[in-house]
């Protein structure tokens, strides 16, 4: 099972576009998938303490511990992943320990590609994930508020499905 995290809080998000798509691409080509929309979640800011036995950030580490492989779908604001994915990490990030991660972004314009390298770096660093090297990276133009309309972005989000599931079956083998 592949657990797609979408990291936004914007009710029109396009990061939540490319989650989507990510999902369809995976259930077609039969995987299962836990789909996590953190805008439905009331995930408390973490205290680094108290906060680790909040019932939201139990549930938070439970899916990510069940899940073979991850695909964490991100807004990117000021030059890094928003700080709802941040938050989300610093609950739950024990619960990825050597799990392959898969990373989409959304972001408002083209420079800002970059940005991924950081938290991937943590990821790994942190927690030794196996992170996919290849990030899908998408600005607004080319989906719309329901649907990806770029061919190019829908075959990269098509590949990064793929690989996804086969890092996480390589992994589990291992
Ligand atoms: C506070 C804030 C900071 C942002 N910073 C950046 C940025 O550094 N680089 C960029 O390309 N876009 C930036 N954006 C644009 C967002 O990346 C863009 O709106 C994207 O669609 C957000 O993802 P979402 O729609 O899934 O919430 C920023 C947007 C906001 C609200």
Redesign the pocket.
């Known amino acids: 099972m592949i657990l797609i995290i979408?990291?936004?809080?914007?009710p029109?998000?396009?990061?939540?576009?490319?989650a989507h798509a990510a999902k369809e691409a995976l259930l077609a080509a039969g995987e299962k998938v836990d789909f996590f929309d953190l805008r439905e979640v009331d995930l408390p800011l973490c205290d680094g303490h108290s906060t680790y036995e909040h019932p939201s950030v139990i549930e938070a580490q439970e899916r990510v511990k069940k899940a073979k492989g991850i695909l964490l779908?991100?807004?990117?604001?000021?030059?890094?992943v928003?700080a709802v994915t941040k938050n989300f990490i610093e609950h739950s990030g024990k619960s990825f320990q050597g799990k392959p991660v898969g990373l989409l972004?959304?972001?408002?314009?083209?420079?800002?590609y970059m940005?991924l390298l950081p938290f991937a770096g943590s990821l790994m660093i942190d927690f030794h994930c196996y992170v996919l090297p290849q990030f899908v990276y998408a600005?607004?133009d080319q989906m719309n508020e329901t649907a990806v309309t770029d061919a190019e972005l829908q075959e990269r989000i098509d590949k990064l499905a793929a690989d996804i599931s086969w890092l996480a079956e390589a992994v589990e083998r291992k």
């Open positions: 979408s990291c936004s809080h914007h029109d998000s396009r990061s939540r576009v490319l779908a991100v807004p990117i604001y000021n030059y890094a928003n972004a959304a972001a408002g314009g083209k420079g800002s940005a600005t607004s």
